[in-house]
């Protein structure tokens, strides 16, 4: 193997790996706020490309059309599905195991109504742009570099919305002490069902993204969902930057380990990563552990 | 005739799950009044304060404000209707620099256009605030907490501030601080209920008292005619 | 739940053991009998999960890693080796036993449940993918097979004793004998030393650690066990089904199922997971035609049962005859 190729192996492992961050950071969120582990996430990824699949190819809308409209109706379903589920058993005698629970038979249930909604045949996207970048001797198609940049910029937007914005600063502040939250006159309910929704449109956009390289099938959610954890086991979890940086670490190691071995052992590959984390440091790389 | 007091908390009983707290608990504010609840460990003071706040759920009885009925009024919209609170133990945003969390006690709808004029304000009540505003909450000092929490519940103006045992893991000279602080505030117009297990701090602020002892208020007064009863002897010594 | 028995509850039990003794003589339905063998598999499974969730408070969502590792140890061993049926069971247990003591010493170094969660789920992950790729060893989903069964015996006064899919009788009782060994060594050790810290830990960790319970060795402990139950299970389900795929055993619908079991029986009771086994194994028999509709309902199972029937089904009984309990309010 060349060193250029080399290259490319792990540019590609970032671009994948501004996916999984967006993936991860969407589970970060909601444990960050909630405390509620999400098992149905993938479902958001999975059901967000089929949205974009409907509206880009079914209906033949422009990307740009199609794209933001799937992942707003993601923020719709992820905010529904808090508010008829979550919300019930949120706070309730052994909620942190049982929100877990619903959120696994959730995932189940969501993928089966996909498996019987739209068939088991497996869909795909056409690129969103063509050509290929060149620099020097390495190569990388357009389509991939969009993805990366589509990622970062949902990140860089994200974390400006966390920082500096009213809803973010209710966010940070309901994730931190719901009572005082309450106190200064922050509704943690509504908080709580926006984070989903947030969560979700996040998931939505890594499925739009990887939607043309990546086929959309009812069971991608569960792979998904796992590289997810992965990202926050690494990031530590509820941790909106840790899941950034987990998530681009996951994608360069997947990529040099499937240099190393082979394709087929790259989830294996990352799950070892994770159990090789929190026997090292079960906080994550970045993370503290909570007092 | 005198005028109704501001606050008045009628026949309260309160429950954690099937056990029960508060028994029939009422209890008066006046307007611009300093009222302290007075009572044991575990004898429900601090559920008093919070089941007006509406931090956990009343069973029975209510909660009356300036002639409205606040009894179900949801905790994040008291600010709205002239109650703050300061929590147990300060409960700050810890992660979050002073002065973000400072701004977000005008968080509600109804406040957030004064933003700035109570900022400038409360700024005034507490300058050291105005100079510690870039640090992040959780590294400061408990009184130097106690304060970023009392200014963040002044933040939105409130006709009446509530405070869930403001002395307590303070150390004496801080606790001396914060005395004055609320003397500061109710100069400011404010009338505030607190909550405390000590009977000399509690009046030495105070001009009115309660006493609860196993979630039933058995006494009420003035500091002095409190300070000398048996009963608060019978509480506290066991006399 | 571990005070002695009434008489009352020990007739009730008595009567189950000998309705399930005697069923096979009133009937040799080869359908029925395997509806119920199943159902007593997945009863072992369900056991055994509730044994580590609901009693010693480890909420693990791997445990079917340790039924894939007992299906297929046993299986391999006893295809390569040619080493009975009758030994290999044990030896699919310890090797699932192991793999319990490996994953649960990290586990639980945090007690953090979401991330015991994450961390079974994807170790769980690891053994369905290996297996699925050593396909020198396993024929990865081609599905393994030629799985030896059960040798017969012979019964003085009985007769021959064969183990065959024509008849299912004696893999009836080798089932409920299996599973009546699990609940037998679950009900001793909950009444044990490691029982008593256990419900104490439940009720209070941090309370039952300032007694000086070692919280650690007791839940390593108890996992061990289950893993090993688990893999026994999964290893008797490997020669009485003969054939074996990663998606069907190491597969994380097998865990949804045994979580609904358990949730829809009752978590943290009994006879709850067997209740839940023996409800769902029948559902799921009368779903066989709506094939499509199997796995959507068992996620609406989960997700209804946590929501409105949060104790299970074996405590409505109880909860009837007691005022219910107010709303559980966020009590400080």
């Known amino acids: 193997m060349t060193i250029y190729l080399f290259i490319e192996q792990i540019i590609n492992g970032l671009i994948i790996g501004s996916t999984y961050a967006l993936i991860g950071s969407g589970i970060a969120l909601i444990y960050g706020t909630m405390r509620v582990l999400n098992l149905a996430h993938g479902e958001f990824y999975m059901l967000g490309g089929y949205f974009v699949f409907y509206l880009a190819v079914t209906m033949g809308l422009a990307p740009w059309i199609a794209i933001p409209t799937a992942v707003f109706g993601a923020f719709l379903l992820g905010m529904a599905i808090q508010r008829t589920t979550i919300h019930f058993l949120f706070g309730r005698e052994g909620w942190m195991f049982s929100t877990i629970a619903a959120t696994l038979g959730l995932s189940i249930f969501l993928q089966n109504a996909a498996l019987l909604l739209f068939g088991e045949q497996f869909q795909t996207v056409p690129y969103y742009v063509s050509g290929v970048v060149e620099l020097g001797q390495v190569r990388i198609p357009a389509q991939r570099i969009l993805i990366f940049a589509v990622s970062m910029a949902t990140i860089g937007v994200m974390t400006y919305v966390l920082k500096y914005t009213r809803l973010g600063w209710a966010i940070r502040a309901t994730s931190q002490d719901r009572d005082a939250a309450a106190v200064v006159g922050i509704?943690?309910?509504?908080?709580?069902?926006?984070?989903?929704?947030?969560?979700?449109?996040?998931?939505?956009?890594a499925a739009a993204m990887l939607a043309p390289i990546y086929s959309i099938n009812p069971w991608s959610g569960l792979p998904i969902l796992l590289k997810g954890f992965v990202v926050v086991i690494l990031g530590g979890l509820g941790s909106f930057p840790g899941a950034i940086a987990g998530g681009l670490i996951l994608g360069v190691v997947e990529a040099v380990g499937v240099q190393v071995t082979s394709s087929e052992w790259r989830d294996v590959i990352s799950f070892g990563l994770m159990i090789a984390v929190i026997w090292w440091r079960p906080w994550g790389l970045f993370g503290q552990k909570p007092s | 005739m005198p005028e109704a007091p501001m606050l008045q908390v009628e026949?309260?009983?309160?429950?954690?799950?099937?056990?029960?707290?508060?028994?029939?608990?009422?209890?008066?504010?006046?307007?611009?009044?300093?009222?302290?609840?007075?009572?044991?460990?575990?004898?429900?003071?601090?559920?008093?304060?919070?089941?007006?706040?509406?931090?956990?759920?009343?069973?029975?009885?209510?909660?009356?404000?300036?002639?409205?009925?606040?009894?179900?009024?949801?905790?994040?919209?008291?600010?709205?209707?002239?109650?703050?609170?300061?929590?147990?133990?300060?409960?700050?945003?810890?992660?979050?620099?002073?002065?973000?969390?400072?701004?977000?006690?005008?968080?509600?709808?109804?406040?957030?256009?004064?933003?700035?004029?109570r900022l400038e304000w409360v700024e005034s009540l507490f300058p050291i605030l105005a100079e510690r505003r870039d640090q992040i909450a959780g590294k400061m000092s408990g009184g130097e907490q106690q304060m970023v929490a009392i200014a963040r519940s002044l933040m939105s103006k409130p006709r009446l501030l509530l405070m869930d045992e403001p002395y307590l893991g303070l150390a004496p000279k801080i606790v001396d601080q914060i005395v004055q602080i609320i003397r500061k505030i109710n100069g400011e117009g404010i009338a505030v209920l607190f909550n405390e297990q000590n009977v000399k701090l509690s009046f030495g602020v105070s001009n009115q008292g309660y006493l609860l002892e196993g979630g039933r208020m058995v006494l009420s007064g003035t500091g002095d005619e409190m300070m000398n009863s048996d009963v608060v002897r019978r509480v506290y010594l066991g006399v | 739940m571990f005070q002695p028995l009434t008489?009352?509850?020990?007739?009730?039990?008595?009567?189950?053991?000998?309705?399930?003794?005697?069923?096979?003589?009133?009937?040799?339905?080869?359908?029925?009998?395997?509806?119920?063998?199943?159902?007593?598999?997945?009863?072992?499974?369900?056991?055994?999960?509730?044994?580590?969730?609901?009693?010693?408070?480890?909420?693990?969502?791997g445990h079917?890693?340790?039924?894939?590792?007992?299906?297929?140890?046993?299986?391999?061993?006893?295809?390569?080796?040619?080493?009975?049926?009758?030994?290999?069971?044990?030896?699919?247990?310890?090797?699932?036993?192991?793999?319990?003591?490996?994953?649960?010493?990290?586990?639980?170094?945090?007690r953090s449940m979401p991330h015991v969660a994450i961390v079974t789920l994807g170790f769980a992950e690891i053994v369905r993918i290996t297996l699925s790729n050593l396909t020198d060893i396993t024929r990865g989903e081609l599905g393994l097979w030629g799985i030896p069964v059960f040798d017969g015996?012979?019964?003085?006064?009985?007769?021959?004793?064969?183990?065959?899919?024509?008849?299912?009788?004696?893999?009836?009782?080798?089932?409920?004998?299996?599973?009546?060994?699990?609940?037998?060594?679950?009900?001793?050790?909950?009444?044990?030393?490691?029982?008593?810290?256990?419900?104490?830990?439940?009720?209070?960790?941090?309370?039952?650690?300032?007694?000086?319970?070692?919280?650690?060795?007791?839940k390593l402990q108890v996992f061990v066990v289950s893993s090993f139950l688990v893999g026994v299970a999964g290893a008797f389900y490997a020669h009485y089904i003969t054939i074996l795929t990663p998606a069907a055993v190491a597969g994380v619908d097998l865990m949804i199922l045994i979580i609904a079991m358990v949730l829809v029986g009752g978590l943290g009771t009994l006879s709850g997971p067997l209740v839940g086994a023996l409800v769902l194994t029948i559902l799921v028999e009368f779903l066989r035609d709506l094939d499509t509709f199997r796995m959507l309902v068992y996620g609406a199972i989960i997700i209804l049962s946590v929501m409105f029937l949060p104790k299970g089904l074996v405590t409505l009984g109880r909860r009837w005859k007691r005022p219910p309990d107010a709303a559980a309010t966020e009590a400080e």
């Open chain 3, 7 to 61: 008489p009352f509850k020990w007739l009730g039990i008595l009567g189950a053991i000998i309705v399930m003794l005697l069923l096979p003589m009133v009937t040799q339905d080869t359908y029925l009998l395997h509806v119920l063998i199943l159902a007593m598999v997945f009863g072992i499974f369900a056991s055994a999960w509730n044994f580590v969730t609901g009693f010693a408070g480890l909420k693990t969502f």
């Open chain 1, 187 to 205: 509704p943690a309910e509504r908080i709580y069902m926006i984070t989903f929704g947030i969560a979700a449109a996040l998931g939505a956009i």
């Open chain 3, 64 to 110: 079917h890693a340790f039924f894939a590792l007992g299906a297929y140890g046993s299986a391999l061993i006893g295809i390569n080796l040619g080493l009975s049926a009758w030994l290999t069971i044990w030896l699919g247990g310890l090797i699932a036993a192991l793999a319990g003591l490996f994953i649960g010493l990290p586990i639980l170094r945090i």
């Open chain 3, 153 to 218: 015996f012979t019964v003085p006064g009985l007769g021959e004793v064969v183990f065959s899919p024509a008849d299912k009788v004696p893999y009836y009782y080798l089932a409920f004998a299996l599973l009546l060994l699990s609940v037998g060594v679950i009900t001793a050790l909950m009444r044990s030393k490691t029982g008593l810290s256990l419900i104490a830990m439940r009720d209070g960790e941090d309370a039952a650690e300032s007694l000086g319970i070692n919280l650690t060795r007791q």
């Open chain 2, 11 to 117: 026949n309260l009983d309160v429950f954690y799950g099937s056990y029960q707290v508060l028994w029939d608990v009422s209890l008066d504010v006046t307007n611009g009044e300093v009222v302290a609840v007075l009572g044991p460990n575990g004898s429900g003071k601090s559920t008093v304060l919070k089941a007006i706040m509406g931090l956990v759920p009343i069973r029975a009885g209510r909660v009356i404000f300036e002639g409205s009925d606040l009894t179900r009024v949801p905790t994040h919209e008291m600010v709205a209707h002239g109650i703050s609170m300061v929590l147990e133990r300060r409960r700050l945003f810890t992660n979050m620099t002073v002065r973000e969390n400072i701004l977000l006690g005008a968080y509600h709808k109804s406040v957030a256009s004064q933003t700035k004029d």
